[in-house]
């Protein structure tokens, strides 16, 4: 920061410097600096507008302002003469991360509307909009965008993961599950999220052993999961390893900020146990 200073003491209009500047304050979680900083820069360009435009308010929502980040992001994106299809997609992933789902959806449908159909943000703009389909319980058309999402871009760790599970929950296409899991952890390894998808789809189809292996993995990289830890529990028990599994049950009824619906579940499991044994 020193230096950036004496640079633009020395030539004030070097641009470059002011937008550093005000990502040093950033990342120093300076906020109210960097907030002037990009203040600033907004009027030069119109990416230095935009630029400062985001992340002014993903600071308003790292202050829990997201009611004033919201408002201040859609006063600032009404000024635009003429959106382009970035405008959109950020706009969009905003909504989305304030779960704004049904907005999210609207903004990535206007950002594929001017998009080339061959520019490398499709797969990306797909499976955003995918997701927010399915947190609106649009399984259909979330589905249909997460498809189209790996067909133009097969190859992406996290989309497979997401569309493998979610057949996995619905128990449906766990086979096919079963293999796009499988690729999403050859493309991602050692991630926790994967790990316990494909040991959720190996427990599914009564694989109990393999499931072990990689849900004991999951549980080594996220021992603070409940979601995991109580499908380690469930395939424990499968095993006939009953004082394991009721341990791993008991850990996730301990932890903090876990759903009543899954307390409840592992509460009852603790008692009763489970059907599935070898």
């Known amino acids: 920061n020193f230096y950036l200073k004496i640079s633009l003491f020395l030539?004030?209009?070097?641009?470059?410097?002011?937008?550093?500047?005000?990502?040093?304050?950033?990342?120093?979680?300076?906020?109210?600096?960097s907030k002037t900083v990009y203040n600033s820069i907004k009027k030069i360009g119109m990416e230095f507008n935009w630029h400062s435009i985001k992340t002014i308010a993903h600071i308003l929502m790292i202050q829990n302002n997201q009611d004033e980040a919201i408002y201040y992001f859609e006063k600032e994106f009404k000024k635009l003469k003429k959106p382009n299809f970035q405008n959109y997609y950020?706009?969009?992933?905003?909504?989305?991360?304030?779960?704004?789902?049904?907005?999210?959806?609207?903004?990535?449908?206007?950002?594929?509307?001017?998009?080339?159909?061959?520019?490398?943000?499709?797969?990306?703009?797909?499976?955003?909009?995918?997701?927010?389909?399915?947190?609106?319980?649009?399984?259909?058309?979330?589905?249909?965008?997460?498809?189209?999402?790996?067909?133009?871009?097969?190859?992406?760790?996290?989309?497979?993961?997401?569309?493998?599970?979610?057949?996995?929950?619905r128990e449906i296409n766990v086979e096919e599950a079963l293999q796009m899991l499988k690729k999403a952890n050859s493309l991602k390894e050692n991630d926790g999220y994967i790990l316990d998808s494909v040991g959720w789809a190996l427990y599914l189809n009564k694989n109990y052993i393999e499931a072990e292996k990689f849900l004991k993995r999951a549980i080594e990289i996220m021992p603070f999961d409940p979601i995991i830890n109580d499908h380690y529990g469930d395939v424990l028990w499968a095993l006939n390893k009953e004082i394991q599994a009721r341990y791993f049950w008991g850990h996730v009824s301990n932890l903090d900020d876990v759903e009543e619906k899954l307390k409840k579940s592992v509460n009852r499991k603790i008692i009763f146990g489970k059907n599935e044994k070898l």
Do not use: C
């Open 11 to 33: 030539k004030n209009n070097f641009l470059k410097n002011k937008n550093l500047l005000a990502e040093n304050y950033y990342y120093q979680e300076r906020y109210k600096d």
């Open 90 to 169: 950020d706009a969009a992933n905003l909504y989305k991360q304030t779960g704004s789902y049904d907005k999210a959806v609207e903004y990535y449908t206007l950002s594929l509307n001017e998009i080339d159909p061959d520019h490398y943000l499709v797969p990306k703009i797909l499976d955003g909009r995918g997701t927010s389909y399915d947190l609106l319980k649009n399984w259909k058309k979330s589905e249909a965008d997460l498809r189209e999402s790996l067909k133009k871009s097969p190859d992406q760790p996290y989309v497979l993961n997401y569309l493998g599970y979610s057949f996995v929950d």
